[in-house]
């Protein structure tokens, strides 16, 4: 029975270009996404910028630039990564700027503020704007925020509005063991249950706006506007056309007893969206996700990635080169889906030569020009069944083995032409000739099948040169 699938990526800061990053975290989504369509199920999948906050505000100024104007070219930027990694056509972009998301934000505050949840105070706070967080001693090394460490923090001395987080401690401790797979990995999931366990303590969700005119201004107080956080996560349930649309929202989002959210965020976000946000949405009398899925960094060379360094990676640049299946391949095979794994141009051309040029493509030309040469009929092929081992690992979201499964089965393959020489036995006996090479075109098929979700373009040329019974133009030119 088909199921409704919501899922979504966090949404970046448009006060960059698109990095490598994201692309990992919007690939994996896309895979999950696919992956549950090729199911059958009916899949609401988001993405879009977060186009608030004081670093965008300062990057804007800085480029002499308006911060609409700003956010409007960064944001049309990121728009393109649909069609430069192409991803799932029904891919829906939202942006924190969008006027239904600004009512929306201010709706979610009425209704956290009408459940007593929101104050104000005065506060002093040692902020890091690259996390956009404030930052407890505990937290810092050498008084740096260990992952911006080349920020200052600044000091923040003024009157806020806060939300009543410490009410949320025991809430989120029960929604943890309600759904013991909350958080994945389990390492991550453990992480967030101790942070809570200790204690939570209220945060900030607003600023002055003479210090910091833009974002989505407080319902009924012109001084402040929403801190950026607060106003963010709520694009979750905004795209949806929430709170106008409850239909749909009910649809994707879920009821209060069957939440169904699949969030997709790297390992910096997991305090905000498998802690803050679901505290938040239990405010505001909502239910909360289902699932956090949570991804490690990108590092090359063993460094993290500055451009200081000189050793960032440019996805677009890598998909201008190699094609979006080259760059979505290494990213799902050869990247740990929860931890930080290693990314270089050494690496990956290393990858796409052995892997795609001599494996997938040197097998689908070697099968097809089988075919063409020696079957006079087209071999008409239907829906296939996924492999168990295939679809527990991408339930499990262990990209790495879905894709190391079917490579596995293209190294089969390759070994079957090999020592069973169908070219020959055809000749000598062909009716075992012809069921050889049937078997080898069936088993082509069902790795194109396989990497649907994972490589569309390849998958799409695959199948349809089984299904037309002609070898197609190569697949992956070799790279010296």
């Not at 949404?11 to 696919?34: C, K, M, S, T």
């Not at 911006?148 to 001395?157: A, G, K, R, S, V």
């Not at 801190?227 to 949806?240: C, H, K, P, R």
């Not at 069921?435 to 979700?453: F, K, N």
Request: aromatic share 12%; net charge negative; hydrophobic share 40%.
């Amino acid at each position: 029975m088909s199921k409704n699938v919501y899922l979504t990526t966090t949404l970046p800061y448009v006060n960059a270009e698109p990095h490598i990053g994201f692309a990992l975290e919007i690939v994996q989504a896309d895979i999950i996404a696919r992956y549950r369509a090729l199911l059958g199920d009916e899949v609401f999948f988001n993405t879009g910028t977060d186009e608030h906050g004081l670093k965008i505000y300062r990057k804007a100024l800085e480029e002499g630039k308006n911060p609409q104007e700003y956010t409007d070219e960064y944001a049309a930027k990121f728009r393109e990564l649909k069609e430069k990694l192409d991803l799932f056509s029904e891919l829906h972009f939202i942006r924190t700027t969008n006027p239904h998301h600004l009512a929306a934000a201010q709706e979610f505050w009425r209704r956290c503020l009408a459940a007593g949840d929101i104050y104000k105070k005065q506060y002093k706070i040692k902020y890091c704007i690259g996390c956009e967080l404030e930052k407890t001693e505990s937290e810092l090394q050498n008084s740096r925020c260990p992952l911006h460490p080349n920020l200052d923090l600044e000091l923040i001395d003024e009157e806020n509005y806060f939300f009543r987080w410490s009410k949320y401690e025991k809430p989120l401790l029960d929604l943890y063991a309600r759904y013991p797979d909350f958080v994945t990995p389990s390492s991550r999931f453990n992480e967030i249950k101790a942070f809570v366990g200790r204690g939570l303590e209220d945060f900030s969700i607003s600023r002055l706006k003479a210090k910091m005119p833009w974002g989505v201004p407080v319902p009924d107080d012109p001084d402040h506007v929403m801190y950026v956080w607060f106003d963010a996560l709520v694009n979750y349930i905004s795209t949806l056309g929430w709170p106008e649309d409850t239909s749909k929202f009910e649809k994707f989002w879920g009821t209060m007893h069957s939440p169904n959210a699949i969030q997709v965020a790297g390992k910096d976000n997991l305090r905000q969206q498998s802690a803050m946000w679901q505290a938040m949405l239990m405010s505001a009398d909502l239910p909360t996700a289902r699932r956090i899925v949570i991804h490690g960094f990108i590092t090359s060379g063993g460094q993290k990635m500055s451009k200081s360094l000189g050793n960032v990676i440019d996805p677009l640049a890598i998909v201008a080169e190699y094609g979006a299946d080259a760059l979505r391949y290494f990213l799902a095979r050869h990247t740990h889906p929860f931890e930080d794994s290693d990314f270089t141009m050494e690496r990956f051309k290393e990858a796409y030569n052995a892997d795609l040029a001599n494996g997938i493509g040197n097998l689908t030309a070697r099968i097809m020009r089988l075919a063409e040469t020696h079957l006079p009929v087209e071999t008409g092929m239907k829906k296939l069944r996924i492999p168990d081992a295939y679809g527990q690992a991408l339930d499990e979201y262990r990209f790495d083995r879905a894709t190391e499964f079917i490579m596995s089965r293209v190294a089969f393959l390759d070994s079957s032409i090999t020592e069973d020489e169908p070219f020959k036995v055809i000749k000598s006996d062909p009716s075992r000739g012809t069921e050889l090479i049937l078997e080898l075109i069936a088993g082509l098929y069902e790795i194109g099948y396989m990497l649907l979700p994972i490589m569309p373009q390849t998958a799409q040329i695959i199948c349809d040169s089984v299904q037309s019974h002609k070898k197609p133009e190569t697949l992956f030119p070799r790279k010296d």
